[in-house]
């Protein structure tokens, strides 16, 4: 799974520490917002905003974004961090993409952002699912921009190039961590192999992204060195949120970053060079992505911001 956590409703986490007053989420309110949600509930759409209980559902809702989740609800992978059920997955879907595609055009969404649990029993890692949903989604919906949120598929060059031929607006794979805890946080994964895969997206062309989880004891030297590590393969969009514990099983919080740390990384990510940096506490892999498809729109609003500083 590769979406960034957030409390579950049913099983609340133990904290080590109250949560701060920077976390509480206002109640989702607007036209648009209700809209979607009538769509959802009376259509049954699953949508990984609902199912992962995100803080910032009101807000994308009202602004025509939602995130989808194709190829079932259980993972390969067991991951720390993540609520999604582990074990074997059910067969392949192969209608899934036609009524992914049909969900949006219902829901007359502006931007989507289409994620899945990892298929590593699959041959193709559940490429072939992923091609085909991308080309669905573009033909029913021209006019919506297109975030696909990947698994790694094990590094594998030929299953990424699929998504690169499909050619979504933006590709995002999430490190989720530093390189020192990624074997406790991402069991499965390897950070090395994460970065390569986001080589190989940006080498074929495509609008690539990714997003670090802070909190579970991780360095700001580490993350600054991630930060270093990312733009060395060209990676152009960054976002940085807070990890929140989503049951007691999983790992817990080590600390609650401090909005101004999420600031002054912000401000070191644009002088690094990432093109945008998405940086808050309730910052999640989806938040305000229908931005992260504008080419120089966040490091233009940076510089804005600087002169703005300092007239």
């Given at each position: 799974m590769?979406?960034?956590?957030?409390?579950a409703?049913t099983?609340?986490?133990?904290?080590?520490v109250?949560?701060?007053?920077?976390?509480?989420?206002?109640?989702?309110?607007g036209?648009?917002?209700k809209h979607?949600?009538?769509?959802v509930?009376t259509?049954?759409l699953?949508t990984?905003?609902?199912s992962?209980?995100?803080p910032?559902?009101?807000?994308?809702?009202?602004?025509?974004?939602?995130?989808?989740?194709?190829?079932?609800?259980?993972?390969?992978r067991?991951?720390?961090?993540?609520?999604?059920a582990?074990?074997?997955?059910?067969?392949?879907?192969?209608?899934?993409?036609?009524?992914?595609?049909?969900?949006?055009?219902?829901?007359?969404?502006k931007?989507a952002?289409i994620?899945?649990?990892?298929r590593?029993?699959?041959?193709?890692?559940?490429?072939?699912?992923?091609?085909?949903?991308?080309?669905?989604?573009k033909?029913?919906?021209?006019?919506t921009?297109?975030e696909?949120l990947?698994?790694?598929?094990?590094?594998?060059?030929?299953?990424v190039q699929?998504?690169?031929?499909?050619?979504?607006?933006v590709?995002?794979?999430?490190?989720?961590?530093v390189e020192?805890?990624?074997?406790?946080?991402?069991?499965q994964?390897?950070?090395r192999?994460s970065?390569?895969v986001?080589?190989?997206?940006?080498?074929g062309?495509m609008r690539?992204?990714?997003?670090?989880?802070?909190?579970?004891?991780?360095?700001?030297?580490?993350?600054?060195?991630?930060?270093?590590?990312?733009?060395?393969?060209?990676?152009?969009v960054?976002?940085?949120?807070?990890?929140?514990?989503?049951?007691?099983?999983?790992?817990?919080?080590?600390?609650?970053?401090?909005?101004?740390?999420?600031?002054?990384?912000r401000e070191?990510?644009?002088?690094?060079?990432?093109d945008?940096?998405?940086s808050?506490p309730?910052?999640?892999?989806s938040?305000h992505?229908?931005?992260?498809?504008?080419?120089g729109?966040g490091?233009?609003?940076?510089?804005?911001?600087?002169l703005?500083?300092?007239?």
């Amino acid at each position: 799974m590769q979406e960034l956590p957030v409390v579950a409703k049913t099983e609340a986490a133990e904290f080590p520490v109250k949560k701060p007053n920077w976390l509480r989420v206002k109640l989702p309110i607007g036209e648009s917002y209700k809209h979607v949600r009538g769509l959802v509930d009376t259509h049954k759409l699953h949508t990984i905003c609902e199912s992962g209980n995100c803080p910032n559902m009101g807000e994308c809702w009202g602004a025509g974004t939602a995130t989808f989740m194709i190829l079932g609800n259980v993972c390969t992978r067991s991951c720390g961090f993540c609520a999604v059920a582990t074990g074997r997955p059910g067969a392949v879907d192969w209608d899934e993409p036609q009524r992914v595609a049909e969900a949006i055009n219902l829901m007359k969404v502006k931007h989507a952002v289409i994620t899945s649990v990892d298929r590593d029993e699959l041959k193709d890692g559940g490429s072939i699912i992923w091609y085909n949903t991308i080309e669905a989604v573009k033909g029913l919906n021209p006019d919506t921009t297109l975030e696909t949120l990947i698994p790694d598929f094990q590094g594998r060059e030929d299953q990424v190039q699929r998504i690169i031929n499909a050619a979504p607006d933006v590709v995002s794979h999430n490190m989720e961590t530093v390189e020192r805890m990624t074997r406790q946080v991402r069991i499965q994964a390897k950070y090395r192999r994460s970065l390569e895969v986001l080589r190989l997206l940006k080498q074929g062309g495509m609008r690539t992204k990714t997003g670090i989880m802070l909190g579970l004891g991780e360095t700001k030297e580490e993350v600054i060195q991630s930060m270093e590590d990312l733009v060395a393969v060209g990676c152009d969009v960054l976002t940085l949120g807070q990890y929140l514990q989503p049951t007691k099983k999983h790992l817990p919080v080590q600390r609650f970053v401090h909005p101004d740390e999420f600031a002054e990384l912000r401000e070191i990510g644009y002088e690094l060079g990432f093109d945008y940096v998405e940086s808050g506490p309730l910052v999640r892999s989806s938040y305000h992505s229908e931005k992260h498809v504008i080419p120089g729109y966040g490091k233009n609003k940076w510089n804005e911001e600087k002169l703005q500083a300092t007239a």
